[in-house]
């Protein structure tokens, strides 16, 4: 089974606007061809599933080598709004407002780009959101918190690779089960786009083209976990560096969610 997300211009694009940060009530389902609200069936279950959130238009490459998250965030911001922006400045903005909300690097150094903390953080503030970081310790429960995360909210996610190093986007995915019908599932192929292409990395490897679907083995040469090197045991550390510390050896993503309202309790 394949899904697209309902066209604005073309069939491939969502529409999401949230409220950074906001707890509102539950979004409605953003992508075309979800599952109905009936009890799905045993064979829906098992049926391979394929989500693409993407378009031709939505890619943009990074304008300079230290700009991956302003350029994915504004491919990210090209798959959620009406229209793609592919211009220099636009990019430019989105580094400086990532890189603003960086906070220090954990090792005390001038930073150069933009932190997973700062990526997060801009897609909240221009209200593409809501999104949060967070980090698994495998592979395999990284691309399945994606995958629903994807499924639930029609929007796309963010991935870090290259031990923290730099920025892709996840746009869509293939697993053995549809993730909105079950927990029982795999991710087979992940759907990226890398802002350096066609530059690539003599350490890491080339960049995949554009929309490429990669097997799970093969995206795991280039997404693994954070680095460890920078930080360093014992106390003194700022709430920000303590914040990057939880993620380390962890596989980052930057996901959406769905704010769900609770309700207060009065005192009787």
């Not at 690097?105 to 932190?115: E, F, H, I, L, N």
């Not at 029982?184 to 690539?200: A, C, E, N, Q, S």
């Amino acid at each position: 089974m394949a899904t697209r997300a309902p066209g604005r211009r073309r069939p491939l694009a969502i529409i999401a606007a949230v409220l950074a940060l906001a707890i509102v009530a539950p979004l409605p389902a953003l992508a075309a061809g979800r599952a109905s609200t009936d009890p799905a069936t045993s064979s829906d279950a098992r049926k391979a599933y394929t989500l693409d959130l993407s378009a031709r238009g939505d890619f943009v490459a990074q304008t300079t080598f230290v700009q991956c998250v302003g350029a994915s965030m504004q491919m990210m911001l090209n798959m959620i709004r009406a229209r793609d922006d592919r211009t220099t400045r636009t990019q430019r903005s989105l580094q400086s407002l990532a890189r603003t909300l960086s906070g220090s690097r954990p090792d005390g150094s001038q930073r150069k780009g933009a932190s997973v903390r700062g990526w997060t953080s801009g897609l909240n503030t221009l209200s593409a959101g809501p999104y949060r970081t967070v980090g698994e310790p495998t592979l395999q429960t990284a691309l399945k918190l994606a995958a629903k995360a994807m499924r639930a909210t029609g929007r796309p996610v963010g991935l870090l690779v290259w031990r923290g190093r730099h920025a892709w986007v996840m746009a869509g995915f293939t697993a053995t089960a549809d993730p909105r019908l079950t927990d029982d599932f795999k991710v087979t192929r992940v759907i990226v786009m890398d802002p350096l292409y066609p530059h690539g990395s003599t350490v890491w490897g080339p960049s995949p083209r554009p929309r490429e679907a990669l097997a799970v083995s093969v995206l795991g040469r280039q997404f693994v976990p954070r680095s460890t090197r920078n930080f360093q045991a014992g106390g003194g550390q700022s709430t920000t560096n303590a914040w990057s510390q939880s993620l380390s050896g962890q596989y980052v993503i930057v996901m959406p969610y769905t704010p769900v309202t609770v309700p207060l309790r009065h005192r009787g």
